[in-house]
């Protein structure tokens, strides 16, 4: 019998990049540094990890790259229509593409495991569910 594995879309804003992920990610997590506050416009960012062979895409990126606190790499794909954030890789972990949860056509992602830079977490953030707590 052969074995089916979910499928997940994903698109930015205008719909011009789309992004299809095939099977479970290797986890979510939520991170509350100050670089996903920049780039979400919100208090903490929310991404599904996958690994590179789960991931395709169409539509035409631009890129953006940055040094994270811990010295890596952290490379952004953005619409350069809409300039929605849809994928991050990290030089640390060249074999997986970080996908943002909020940009999923479905809603039916695990719910996050963990959570980063807790240092930075707004005071007034609170979660429902428990998450292994990472500073």
Not at 13 to 31: D, S
Not at 75 to 103: A, D, H
Request: charged share 15%; hydrophobic share 30%; proline share 5%.
């Amino acid at each position: 019998m052969k074995q089916t594995h979910k499928i997940r879309t994903a698109e930015c804003g205008c719909g011009q990049v789309n992004i299809i992920c095939r099977g479970e990610p290797i986890r979510t997590a939520i991170c509350h540094c100050f670089a996903c506050q920049k780039r979400t416009g919100s208090v903490f960012g929310v991404q599904a990890r996958f690994t590179r062979e789960q991931v395709s895409y169409n539509g035409e990126l631009t890129e953006y790259s940055r040094i994270s606190d811990s010295g890596n790499h952290v490379n952004y794909s953005f619409c350069p229509s809409c300039g929605t954030t849809v994928m991050l890789t990290l030089s640390l972990y060249p074999e997986f593409t970080i996908i943002p949860v909020g940009i999923f056509a479905s809603q039916d992602l695990p719910q996050p495991s963990f959570s980063v830079y807790e240092q930075h977490k707004h005071n007034w953030v609170k979660f429902d569910c428990q998450v292994e707590q990472i500073p």
